[in-house]
């Protein structure tokens, strides 16, 4: 019984052209846990009013942060890929949710190896439904189809591993080290908050005001984005000994006109730079990967707010990307993985 890593992240437009970039949008959008509406509504709002509307702006947008080898995110999680595999004694194969490095050849790649026992590692701290619940999904879609005789481990959301949130600390730590700053703002990326009621396994407990994340022993909250996201920021500020009043956590990205998880990120730039604040720092925990919603949205739009209503210095905090000590987490979550087998069948 051969062992064997799928790493999986979001995915990429295989170019910031407008034709892969729309390419690449229907797909996501389509997505019944990104867009989660009935199907005609779905196709109603995606094919009829974004892809004819948003792949332009959206590749313009692309074309600002995309690397002469490719795009950032699809570089960032292949160096990631390359040493996780130096750290481990088995295959370990990347592939994207969205996108041509799709889920089926990454698994495919394994199985060519001879793994017949594949975990995936969704490169995200935080559970969510439109991020590690859809690759989940399709991946049993796609072992049930086409793999058979492959027998699929899930990797639970890892927000609160001590050695994933001591590497958060370490990079916000060193980005910030001999820096003046008056606020860290901690933002995720935002999801509708019928999400949050959705995944709600006690079917009706979570009350969406801000309570509930913070009781302890709650069984929603292995389910709960929002409850992962908070409890990341108090552990990190806990980490770097943050004082309360000088960090908070915000949400950004949101589409359409239904209730989004709040504080919304540009909001909170704006408030706070017309109240004063001069020197602020941010960093994207939902993200491990630099990706547009990091490199553009954050890192030159938020800017740009901040700098219109008065802030002065501005500091982006870069995901883990490819950081060796964020490679150990990951790598030690799959030689935990093993062992464990191991130890199952001895």
């Known amino acids: 019984m051969k062992k064997g890593i799928l790493l999986v992240n979001l995915g990429s437009p295989d170019s910031p052209n407008p034709k892969d970039v729309k390419k690449y949008l229907g797909e996501f959008l389509m997505d019944e846990r990104v867009i989660d509406v009935p199907l005609w509504a779905r196709n109603l709002l995606v094919k009829g ?11 313009k947008a692309y074309q600002k942060i995309w690397w002469e080898e490719g795009s950032p995110l699809i570089v960032l999680s292949e160096r990631l890929q390359e040493k996780v595999k130096s750290k481990v004694e088995f295959p370990v194969e990347l592939a994207m949710r969205y996108g041509s490095m799709t889920l089926k050849k990454g698994l495919q790649e394994l199985v060519d190896k001879g793994c017949t026992e594949i975990k995936t590692i969704p490169l995200y701290p935080q559970f969510a439904m439109a991020t590690t619940e859809t690759i989940d999904v399709k991946v049993d879609e796609l072992v049930a189809e086409f793999f058979p005789q492959v027998t699929i481990t899930r990797t639970p959301a890892f927000y609160q591993r001590k050695d994933y949130i001591k590497a958060l600390s370490n990079s916000i730590a060193e980005k910030l080290d001999g820096l003046d700053y008056e606020h860290i703002l901690f933002s995720y990326h935002g999801v509708p908050e019928r999400h949050i009621r959705k995944s709600d396994i006690t079917n009706g407990n979570c009350k969406m005001d801000g309570k509930c994340c913070f009781k302890k022993g709650s069984k929603q909250h292995e389910f709960c984005y929002r409850h992962q996201c908070e409890i990341t920021t108090v552990n990190v500020a806990k980490t770097l000994g943050l004082k309360n009043g000088t960090y908070s956590t915000t949400f950004q990205s949101r589409l359409g006109f239904d209730p989004w998880l709040q504080p919304y990120t540009d909001r909170t730039i704006e408030r706070m730079g017309k109240a ?67 130890l199952q069948t001895t």
């Open 276 to 342: 004063g604040i001069k020197k602020m720092a941010i960093v994207t925990p939902a993200f491990v990967s630099d990706c547009l919603e990091t490199l553009e949205e954050i890192a030159m739009e938020g800017e740009e707010i901040f700098h219109e209503v008065g802030g002065n210095e501005f500091t982006v905090i870069p995901c883990l990307n490819d950081r060796d000590d964020f490679a150990q987490v990951i790598a030690d979550m799959a030689k935990e993985w093993a062992s464990a087998e191991n």
């Open 49 to 59: 009013i974004i892809l004819n509307t948003r792949p332009k702006a959206s590749a």
